[in-house]
């Protein structure tokens, strides 16, 4: 570099530079300019950096550099722009960088930065933009920072920032934007907030931030964006909070708020986005809110306001979502919210509404959801309904509708959710209904439904189905190729004739039909029908007799054929033993040896750099396809001479998985036994494990108690449908946080499957012992009888884990040191104190999930309830106890 000495500027940003950054950039003293951002620079930021003295601009963002920031950076004087932003820098804001007194803009932001905020940052006075979010920042917010007085933005959120809100921040005159989310702020908002006369955005949300919000903000008369959501502010909303009438993004959402609505919101055209959802709002919603030309999204819902719903609703005209559920709200609904024709989401859910449903409300063609369930509304369901072509979910049940169900409804062919129970529907359910091949779930039960149920074969998609309390009779139709189907309840009806031989019917809620037989528990075997009766006819009698002469020739046939398979299981045995290598391909319905060639090419024959995880059965690979697919590849670890134990745990995932539809398990897409490799392929789920995610503070925080709640019934589901849906039962034997899968919507499914036996009523139960350190039942250190009970002690150390954040043997050796064996604790101690506090909505759901744990992780086999059991109470409202109950440590460890 010494040839370049004389060089005033050095431009090589976005050129795909690899490599790390050389020291020898440091002798470049006359360099006013250097760009390195956008390329793939890696390693360390040198410390001969430091030597640029003359430099006026420094970019190094977007790329991979590691370490810590060199204070030798605090060298460079001149220094006026500072970009270090998204990369992977580490360690502590040097305080050395507080010397660059002609610095306008330090950009730190998407990095692994820790420690303190310095308080020398406050000596620079040139500062106009700061940003340090996104980072792992800890401790108070610097009053000193009240001392940039030229800055206009500063961006701070994403960390873990605590403390309170300095009142020196209200000196930053000439502010535009302040970001503080997504921290542990605690305390008031200061008043002085209110002299930030040019402020734009406020956002304050996702914080611990309590009391009244200050009448000052009112002040803030350039303000476009405010979010105060998800903190624990009480009191009032100020009157005047859109007094500039410039405000467009309002949330202040899941706080303690009381009240009526401020009076500016009414005339605040300039609205785009506002969420005041679970709040105590009060007042006649009618008279507080106005028409909004450019509201896109509003939501009202789970506060306590009255009256009705306006017709000026009609006037949004660019309205997308309109949410005002679990409120006290009467009338009727009026015919011009039809008007609204943008409306993608109409939720009016748990009110009181009365009346019947405006034909005008079949104008809102881009409906996707539609939810007026729990109200009092009556009558049919307008037949313009029918132009609802996109809708995806409808809930109109809980209500009072009393004429037959519409045939049109079988031609909203995207519809996934249809909800009509606990209605007055009369008539015929309508064959159209077996059109809707998207359907997931239909729930016509409580209702005065009759004749027979139709065809519902096409619904290939269908999970669950209740068709309960109604007066349906005659024959259950043939379900046979509808394998998603889970649950079915279809009790209290008057059907009968056999049960369909379907696993969903195998545990089928049926009481209450006397006329239904079959093999399935709580009904009488079928029986033959005799043909000796002198009044039967000749025609009947021949049909009988034909009847019967077939079903004794399918018996013969298939006697005949099941010795055919039986010989040739024999024979496979033998095959099987003598070779314990042989090929065998199934990989989805394709050709499975150039599924196993690309599978091979996809990993790089398996290589450690496609690896995403390691278990005692095998490794986990990450497969991308030539069709841009990707998949979970398990590789077996290969089968050592005369050891069968790799080569049986291959065969028992296989023949569990093989069986299961369900949608908290896994799902197997193929398989591959080779004698140089056996694999299976399974989806892939996006966001990994939930021990992973729990392990990563930042990661956990995006699990918030209603998502940990989701998770705990997702596993209960899946265990229950293992333990009392399949015949044989599935055992899985290693219930662990390592083998919880979560997708992209954080929905559990249980993986592994590696250890599972099945639990064959006619064999032993007794087994070498498997599983995960922790989560391993007591009874197994003297016995290896594994029974289904294994698993449910596991869900209860899981479940613990998942409300506590942490391993239930870490969480024990953190309390040791200050608690006593038996000394009694809250269970707000115990829950993971990296989220703020539950709503008492989630509260009780919470409490009902750590006494099910308790009893889960009885020490005694026989005492623990069944997952059937712990399903049914998860999936009920559970008990609404009054406080948090009082664990000791004993009944934690079990």
């Given at each position: 570099?010494?040839?370049?000495?004389?060089?005033?500027?050095?431009?090589?940003?976005?050129?795909?530079?690899?490599?790390?950054?050389?020291?020898?950039?440091?002798?470049?003293?006359?360099?006013?300019?250097?760009?390195?951002?956008?390329?793939?620079?890696?390693?360390?930021?040198?410390?001969?950096?430091?030597?640029?003295?003359?430099?006026?601009?420094?970019?190094?963002?977007?790329?991979?550099?590691?370490?810590?920031?060199?204070?030798?950076?605090?060298?460079?004087?001149?220094?006026?722009?500072?970009?270090?932003?998204?990369?992977?820098?580490?360690?502590?804001?040097?305080?050395?960088?507080?010397?660059?007194?002609?610095?306008?803009?330090?950009?730190?932001?998407?990095?692994?930065?820790?420690?303190?905020?310095?308080?020398?940052?406050?000596?620079?006075?040139?500062?106009?933009?700061?940003?340090?979010?996104?980072?792992?920042?800890?401790?108070?917010?610097?009053?000193?920072?009240?001392?940039?007085?030229?800055?206009?933005?500063?961006?701070?959120?994403?960390?873990?920032?605590?403390?309170?809100?300095?009142?020196?921040?209200?000196?930053?005159?000439?502010?535009?934007?302040?970001?503080?989310?997504?921290?542990?702020?605690?305390?008031?908002?200061?008043?002085?907030?209110?002299?930030?006369?040019?402020?734009?955005?406020?956002?304050?949300?996702?914080?611990?931030?309590?009391?009244?919000?200050?009448?000052?903000?009112?002040?803030?008369?350039?303000?476009?964006?405010?979010?105060?959501?998800?903190?624990?502010?009480?009191?009032?909303?100020?009157?005047?909070?859109?007094?500039?009438?410039?405000?467009?993004?309002?949330?202040?959402?899941?706080?303690?708020?009381?009240?009526?609505?401020p009076r500016s919101l009414k005339r605040c055209k300039s609205l785009v986005r506002v969420r005041l959802e679970d709040n105590h709002f009060t007042g006649n919603i009618s008279e507080?809110?106005?028409?909004?030309?450019?509201?896109?999204?509003?939501?009202?819902?789970?506060?306590?306001?009255?009256?009705?719903?306006?017709?000026?609703?009609?006037?949004?005209?660019?309205?997308?979502?309109?949410?005002?559920?679990?409120?006290?709200?009467?009338?009727?609904?009026?015919?011009?919210?039809?008007?609204?024709?943008?409306?993608?989401?109409?939720?009016?859910?748990?009110?009181?509404?009365?009346?019947?449903?405006?034909?005008?409300?079949?104008?809102?063609?881009?409906?996707?959801?539609?939810?007026?369930?729990?109200?009092?509304?009556?009558?049919?369901?307008?037949?313009?309904?029918?132009?609802?072509?996109?809708?995806?979910?409808?809930?109109?049940?809980?209500?009072?509708?009393?004429?037959?169900?519409?045939?049109?409804?079988?031609?909203?062919?995207?519809?996934?959710?249809?909800?009509?129970?606990?209605?007055?529907?009369?008539?015929?359910?309508?064959?159209?209904?077996?059109?809707?091949?998207?359907?997931?779930?239909?729930?016509?039960?409580?209702?005065?439904?009759?004749?027979?149920?139709?065809?519902?074969?096409?619904?290939?998609?269908?999970?669950?189905?209740?068709?309960?309390?109604?007066?349906?009779?005659?024959?259950?139709?043939?379900?046979?190729?509808?394998?998603?189907?889970?649950?079915?309840?279809?009790?209290?009806?008057?059907?009968?004739?056999?049960?369909?031989?379907?696993?969903?019917?195998?545990?089928?809620?049926?009481?209450?039909?006397?006329?239904?037989?079959?093999?399935?528990?709580?009904?009488?075997?079928?029986?033959?029908?005799?043909?000796?009766?002198?009044?039967?006819?000749?025609?009947?009698?021949?049909?009988?007799?034909?009847?019967?002469?077939?079903?004794?020739?399918?018996?013969?046939?298939?006697?005949?054929?099941?010795?055919?398979?039986?010989?040739?299981?024999?024979?496979?045995?033998?095959?099987?033993?003598?070779?314990?290598?042989?090929?065998?391909?199934?990989?989805?319905?394709?050709?499975?040896?150039?599924?196993?060639?690309?599978?091979?090419?996809?990993?790089?024959?398996?290589?450690?750099?496609?690896?995403?995880?390691?278990?005692?059965?095998?490794?986990?690979?990450?497969?991308?396809?030539?069709?841009?697919?990707?998949?979970?590849?398990?590789?077996?670890?290969?089968?050592?001479?005369?050891?069968?134990?790799?080569?049986?745990?291959?065969?028992?995932?296989?023949?569990?998985?093989?069986?299961?539809?369900?949608?908290?398990?896994?799902?197997?897409?193929?398989?591959?036994?080779?004698?140089?490799?056996?694999?299976?392929?399974?989806?892939?789920?996006?966001?990994?494990?939930?021990?992973?995610?729990?392990?990563?503070?930042?990661?956990?925080?995006?699990?918030?108690?209603?998502?940990?709640?989701?998770?705990?019934?997702?596993?209960?589901?899946?265990?229950?449908?293992?333990?009392?849906?399949?015949?044989?039962?599935?055992?899985?034997?290693?219930?662990?946080?390592?083998?919880?899968?979560?997708?992209?919507?954080?929905?559990?499914?249980?993986?592994?499957?590696?250890?599972?036996?099945?639990?064959?009523?006619?064999?032993?139960?007794?087994?070498?012992?498997?599983?995960?350190?922790?989560?391993?039942?007591?009874?197994?250190?003297?016995?290896?009888?594994?029974?289904?009970?294994?698993?449910?002690?596991?869900?209860?150390?899981?479940?613990?884990?998942?409300?506590?954040?942490?391993?239930?043997?870490?969480?024990?050796?953190?309390?040791?040191?200050?608690?006593?064996?038996?000394?009694?604790?809250?269970?707000?101690?115990?829950?993971?104190?990296?989220?703020?506090?539950?709503?008492?909505?989630?509260?009780?759901?919470?409490?009902?999930?750590?006494?099910?744990?308790?009893?889960?992780k009885h020490s005694h086999p026989q005492s623990r309830p069944t997952m059937l059991m712990v399903e049914q109470v998860l999936s009920s409202q559970g008990a609404n106890f009054s406080?948090?109950?009082?664990?000791?440590?004993?009944?934690?460890?079990?």
């Amino acid at each position: 570099m010494g040839n370049l000495s004389s060089l005033f500027e050095l431009h090589l940003d976005t050129n795909n530079l690899s490599g790390s950054i050389p020291a020898s950039l440091g002798s470049l003293r006359n360099l006013n300019y250097l760009a390195l951002n956008e390329n793939q620079l890696t390693g360390f930021i040198p410390p001969e950096m430091g030597n640029l003295s003359s430099l006026f601009e420094l970019h190094l963002d977007t790329n991979n550099l590691s370490g810590s920031i060199p204070p030798t950076l605090g060298n460079m004087k001149k220094l006026v722009l500072l970009f270090l932003q998204t990369n992977n820098l580490s360690g502590s804001i040097p305080t050395s960088l507080g010397d660059l007194s002609d610095l306008k803009a330090l950009y730190l932001y998407e990095n692994q930065l820790s420690g303190t905020i310095p308080k020398e940052m406050g000596n620079l006075k040139s500062m106009v933009s700061l940003s340090l979010s996104m980072n792992k920042l800890y401790g108070s917010i610097p009053p000193s920072l009240g001392n940039l007085t030229k800055l206009t933005i500063l961006y701070l959120f994403g960390n873990k920032l605590s403390g309170t809100i300095p009142r020196e921040l209200g000196k930053l005159m000439y502010l535009v934007d302040l970001q503080l989310n997504t921290n542990k702020l605690s305390g008031p908002i200061p008043t002085t907030v209110g002299q930030l006369s040019k402020l734009e955005s406020l956002i304050l949300r996702d914080n611990q931030l309590s009391g009244s919000i200050p009448q000052e903000v009112g002040n803030l008369l350039k303000l476009v964006v405010l979010q105060l959501d998800t903190n624990r502010f009480s009191g009032y909303l100020p009157q005047n909070i859109c007094r500039g009438g410039l405000l467009e993004n309002f949330s202040a959402q899941t706080n303690d708020l009381t009240g009526p609505l401020p009076r500016s919101l009414k005339r605040c055209k300039s609205l785009v986005r506002v969420r005041l959802e679970d709040n105590h709002f009060t007042g006649n919603i009618s008279e507080q809110l106005g028409a909004y030309p450019n509201l896109l999204y509003i939501d009202l819902s789970h506060n306590k306001l009255h009256g009705e719903i306006s017709p000026i609703w009609g006037q949004c005209s660019k309205l997308q979502t309109l949410r005002i559920a679990g409120n006290n709200l009467t009338g009727s609904i009026p015919p011009e919210i039809g008007k609204a024709t943008q409306i993608e989401l109409l939720d009016f859910s748990s009110n009181t509404l009365a009346g019947v449903i405006p034909s005008e409300a079949g104008r809102l063609t881009s409906l996707l959801k539609l939810m007026l369930n729990d109200n009092q509304l009556s009558g049919g369901i307008p037949s313009e309904f029918g132009s609802f072509a996109d809708i995806q979910l409808l809930d109109l049940s809980t209500n009072k509708f009393n004429m037959s169900i519409p045939s049109i409804l079988g031609d909203l062919s995207q519809l996934i959710f249809l909800n009509l129970s606990n209605n007055k529907f009369c008539q015929e359910i309508p064959f159209q209904l077996g059109n809707l091949v998207h359907l997931s779930e239909l729930d016509l039960s409580h209702n005065s439904l009759e004749g027979r149920i139709p065809q519902l074969s096409k619904l290939l998609s269908l999970e669950k189905l209740n068709l309960s309390h109604n007066n349906l009779s005659g024959l259950i139709p043939n379900f046979d190729q509808m394998n998603a189907l889970d649950l079915v309840d279809m009790s209290y009806n008057q059907l009968q004739g056999p049960v369909p031989n379907n696993k969903a019917f195998q545990h089928a809620v049926l009481e209450g039909n006397i006329g239904l037989c079959g093999n399935v528990r709580g009904l009488h075997p079928c029986y033959v029908l005799t043909v000796g009766n002198r009044h039967t006819s000749t025609k009947d009698r021949k049909l009988i007799l034909l009847i019967i002469s077939l079903t004794v020739g399918v018996f013969l046939l298939a006697s005949l054929g099941i010795a055919l398979i039986r010989n040739g299981r024999r024979k496979e045995q033998v095959t099987e033993d003598g070779d314990m290598h042989k090929e065998v391909f199934s990989i989805f319905d394709f050709d499975g040896k150039r599924m196993y060639e690309e599978i091979i090419k996809a990993t790089n024959n398996f290589d450690v750099s496609h690896c995403i995880g390691k278990g005692g059965s095998g490794s986990v690979y990450k497969a991308k396809l030539l069709s841009g697919s990707i998949f979970a590849v398990k590789k077996l670890h290969p089968i050592l001479i005369g050891e069968e134990t790799s080569r049986k745990e291959f065969l028992s995932e296989i023949r569990a998985l093989m069986e299961i539809r369900h949608r908290n398990i896994v799902k197997l897409r193929g398989f591959c036994s080779h004698s140089h490799h056996s694999f299976l392929v399974y989806d892939y789920l996006e966001k990994g494990s939930l021990a992973a995610i729990l392990s990563k503070e930042y990661e956990a925080e995006k699990l918030d108690w209603s998502t940990r709640v989701r998770i705990v019934k997702g596993v209960a589901h899946a265990l229950s449908y293992m333990h009392h849906a399949c015949s044989p039962p599935i055992v899985h034997r290693d219930v662990s946080s390592n083998n919880i899968l979560l997708d992209i919507e954080y929905e559990p499914v249980v993986s592994d499957f590696g250890t599972a036996k099945l639990l064959n009523p006619d064999s032993s139960h007794w087994t070498s012992p498997a599983g995960t350190y922790g989560y391993i039942a007591p009874e197994l250190a003297y016995t290896m009888k594994v029974t289904e009970k294994c698993d449910v002690y596991s869900f209860g150390v899981l479940s613990l884990e998942v409300i506590m954040g942490k391993k239930l043997a870490d969480f024990v050796s953190s309390f040791s040191t200050h608690t006593c064996d038996n000394e009694e604790i809250l269970l707000n101690d115990v829950l993971d104190q990296r989220l703020p506090p539950p709503l008492p909505t989630v509260q009780n759901e919470l409490i009902t999930i750590a006494r099910l744990a308790i009893a889960c992780k009885h020490s005694h086999p026989q005492s623990r309830p069944t997952m059937l059991m712990v399903e049914q109470v998860l999936s009920s409202q559970g008990a609404n106890f009054s406080r948090l109950p009082e664990i000791t440590i004993e009944r934690l460890i079990g």
